[in-house]
C-alpha cells in the first residue's frame, strides 16, 4: 500500500509561481512511475508531467517549458514546479503513484490562478 499526500496549492495571480510537492510512503519509490495530473470540473483528469524511475520525464503540450517534474528518492517525494502560471492552469492538481499493476492516487490538491 502507497499513500501519496500532496501540498503546496493555494491562490497566485497569473504568472506567478507554485510548487507542488507529494510525500509518498511504502518500500519501492524509487522504482515507481510517478506523475501529476489535474482536473477541472465536468472534464476528465489529464497528464501534466511524468517521471519515470530512470528519471525520464514527459509533460503535456501546454505546460511544456513553464512546469517542471521532480523526484529526490531520499525523501520519497515528488515536484512539479510550476511557472509563468495561467488561469486556465486552474485545476485540482493530483499526483499518482504506479508500480507494476498497482495505482494509487493522492487527495488532490487545489490550484487557483487568478487573472
Known amino acids: 500500500q502507497v499513500q501519496l499526500v500532496e501540498s503546496g496549492g493555494g491562490l497566485v495571480q497569473a504568472g506567478g509561481s507554485l510548487r507542488l510537492s507529494c510525500a509518498a510512503s511504502?518500500?519501492?519509490?524509487?522504482?515507481?512511475?510517478m506523475g501529476w495530473y489535474r482536473q477541472t470540473p465536468g472534464k476528465e483528469r489529464e497528464l501534466v508531467a511524468s517521471?519515470?524511475?530512470?528519471?525520464?520525464?514527459n509533460y503535456a503540450d501546454s505546460v511544456k517549458g513553464r512546469f517542471t517534474i521532480s523526484r529526490d528518492n531520499a525523501e520519497k517525494t515528488v515536484y512539479l514546479q510550476m511557472n509563468s502560471l495561467k488561469p486556465e492552469d486552474t485545476a485540482v492538481y493530483y499526483c499518482?503513484?504506479?508500480?507494476?499493476?498497482?495505482?494509487?492516487w493522492g487527495q488532490g490538491t487545489q490550484v487557483t490562478v487568478s487573472s
Open positions: 499518482n503513484s504506479r508500480i507494476l499493476s498497482l495505482e494509487f
Open positions: 511504502g518500500r519501492a519509490f524509487s522504482i515507481s512511475f
Open positions: 517521471i519515470r524511475s530512470s528519471g525520464i520525464t
